[in-house]
């Protein structure tokens, strides 16, 4: 799983709803160097997703991504509603 502070930073970032800017300062990066290692921890965390999903639910890789398609299609369509 993630480390520290790119764990922090993720947190921060999607679930407290602060700005790249605004994680930059906190931690004294530079504005695309937040960009950068968030999207890296985004991915390290989709990559350790996909793993635990398909060793958990005996997945293969066809079955899993139909699986996370059908997932961010109600995540979007739920999304609209609480609007």
Known sequence: GLQGEL???VRLHYLDGLTLAE???LYGWSVPTASRRISAARAQLLESTR???SAELK???VELDSLLRLISSRLSVDGLHEQ
């Open 59 to 61: 997945l293969n890789t």
């Open 23 to 25: 994680i930059a300062a």
């Open 51 to 53: 793993a635990l999903l």
């Open 7 to 9: 764990r922090t930073s």
